[in-house]
T-cell receptor, first 111, second 113 residues
Framework: ELKVEQNPLFLSMQEGKNYTIYCNYSTTSDRLYWYRQDPGKSLESLFVLLSNGAVKQEGRLMASLDTKARLSTLHITAAVHDLSATYFCAAPIFGNEKLTFGTGTRLTIIP | EPEVTQTPSHQVTQMGQEVILRCVPISNHLYFYWYRQILGQKVEFLVSFYNNEISEKSEIFDDQFSVERPDGSNFTLKIRSTKLEDSAMYFC???????????FGPGTRLTVT
């Protein structure tokens, strides 16, 4: 069974600071997803990481994947209030369709 | 841009009642999924569906749950006799191909009283 763990669970950071959210998964997977969820809303796809060493950037967010370490990171650069949300990583077992989600990281950006 | 739609956005029902949650996946997608999220918790997989049959289901998806694609566009989740613990946000998702990105609908908030 695939387990996906995120840390931290809660993150409160000041505007303008940098921080990283970590996502570990327990068994071989061929891709890793990051989603953003605003309160009461659906899951917005941020990144799809498909191979070892993959790095993707969109605005102040950058995601990377290390399949050997079974680790993905979501790096936030110079945080702004609009980034306040809950961020989930998710992965399928290799060759499977079912996504296993991490516990989520609730990010709060303080002015 | 094509998107997954779900109805209703919020459903309130009494314990023991049957509910049907509806989803319209993106039109050229072939793989369909239901997930749920209990308030404040992580998203959990319920079931995947392809070629008019269930391809995988979780332990949560017991005999009280069923899925159907009654026509060419809708994908439904039925809960036969709802329990209090079924209260959650239910998300439908679809993907174009095996291993393809899953696109999520806006969700149906189910409240069982």
């Amino acid at each position: 069974e695939l387990k996906v763990e995120q840390n931290p669970l809660f993150l409160s950071m000041q505007e303008g600071k940098n921080y990283t959210i970590y996502c570990n998964y327990s068994t071989t997977s061929d891709r890793l997803y990051w989603y953003r969820q605003d309160p009461g809303k659906s899951l917005e796809s941020l990144f799809v990481l498909l191979s070892n060493g993959a790095v993707k950037q969109e605005g102040r967010l950058m995601a990377s994947l290390d399949t050997k370490a079974r680790l993905s990171t979501l790096h936030i650069t110079a945080a702004v209030h609009d980034l306040s949300a809950t961020y989930f990583c998710a992965a399928p077992i290799f060759g499977n369709e079912k996504l296993t989600f991490g516990t989520g990281t609730r990010l709060t950006i303080i002015p | 841009e094509p998107e997954v739609t779900q109805t209703p956005s919020h459903q309130v029902t009494q314990m023991g009642q049957e509910v049907i949650l509806r989803c319209v996946p993106i039109s050229n997608h072939l793989y369909f999924y239901w997930y749920r999220q209990i308030l404040g918790q992580k998203v959990e997989f319920l079931v995947s569906f392809y070629n008019n049959e269930i391809s995988e289901k979780s332990e949560i998806f017991d005999d009280q749950f069923s899925v159907e694609r009654p026509d060419g566009s809708n994908f439904t989740l039925k809960i036969r006799s709802t329990k209090l613990e079924d209260s959650a946000m239910y998300f439908c998702a679809s993907s174009e191909r095996v291993g393809g990105e899953q696109y999520f609908g806006p969700g149906t908030r189910l409240t069982v009283t």
